[in-house]
């Protein structure tokens, strides 16, 4: 059979999987509760697998490998900030999250903050922030399309875009968090295996592995092979590594990867959980070295976004099929989790726990319920459409489109979640709040606005240091005044 046979085939059975769970997973969801954090029911095993589906999207397994591509070796520095900087983040933070959850009884990563602060103010900010998170799953979508245009002949992007798009709004909407953990089992497990095998195809393709593939790169450019490559967008000075080091710290402190440290079932489990995360994310990052192992192939591709897809043809079939649904498990996982994510946000914290609570709509605590569940089943595709809309015409990396989200809403809330974790003596609302809107703001002055900063992921870093500085700043003077308040 043809490649183009094969895929047909592969993508059609893994989104008849993603849908046959979608429907498993509604028969599952009872309110707008099960829909976040399924019942609170699940173990380290399954969470531990569903936190790397959601932390491995589209961007490692096609960003990050062109990343690879474009920069060579320099790019390994994603490598370690995630394995290195990332775990030691999860570590930090998981187990204060999750026995804050135990004993704050919430149901989201806003509610969390809110109710530790004592705030419904910080509550709706954070929650508002999480709306960035719309152009992680438009990189998803976009990832999702190229693929699938890429790989099989007579699809147009926007008609992969649209396919992409549906199913993971219907999927989302049906089975919530229930189906988000229960595909990312079969996901990851192909993800991995795509990873293993990039890696280890590059010591049969060359057969002085990577020694030789560094010497071709590194005749093409030396700074391919060099500590830092002036050329990177990301790596390109020491300053900017530490940028990129430590935003994927904080990126351990994302909403759509704490759903999954809130939802365990027993929080003496966080070890076993902890520990599949990190066999499962050191086998997906090995997928890109098959970004320099195609720049050692050809270096003439145009879209480093493309090299993955290039690189698989180079296999049978099946092989390619299976490296292509890889690529869609990752994307689908973290669109998925993402939009889960916003939808509770929206429908819980902003509509059940704010204008509900403070009195701003009037209407029984019975019926905020319904409504609230209610729009865990009209929002999915709200987010999905305007998610859609971003990425008609396909962003020159798609990298750098998720951290744009990313690195908004680390500025946004890693210092009040650190603080209330580590730091308690420093809670204050007032503090919190500032911090969330000094940190973003100075995030989207630094990189949107006038863009001093060219990396989204070093402007990402600077934005949660001044988050941390105006935390402790502020929480100096109102810490324990303000904090008893529920007036913010």
Known sequence: MSLNTWMIIGISLYLFFVIFVGFIGAKKIKDASDFALAGKSLGPIPLGLAFSASFFSAATFQGYVGYMYAWGQTALWIFLAIFGASTLGFIIIAKGVREGTESLKVDTMADWLATSYKSDTLRCIIAIAFLLQIFYIAGQFSAGASVISGMIEGVEYKAALYSVAIVTAVYVTMGGLFADVYTSIGQMIIMMFCGVFVFLSGFVIFQGGLTEVSMIIAAQDPNFVAVTNPNALHMYSYAAVFGVLFVEFAFAGQPQLLNKIMALKNPKDMKKMIITWMISAFCCLLVMFGGIYMRAIDPTLTVPDSSLVVYSKLFHPIISTLIAVAIIAALMSTACGLTIVITTCLATDVFKKTLVKRGILKMSEEKADRVAFLL?????????????YLVLNPPAFMGVMVWIGISGVASATLAPLMVAILFPRFKSAIA????????????????????IEKSVMAAGAWGVIVSFIVMFLVGCLTAGKAAKSTAF
Do not use: Q
């Open 432 to 451: 919190a709040i500032c911090a969330t809107f000094c940190g973003l703001g100075f995030y989207l002055y630094v990189y949107i606005i006038s863009g």
């Open 376 to 388: 865990t089943r009209i929002f999915p595709t709200l987010i999905v459409a305007v998610s859609l």
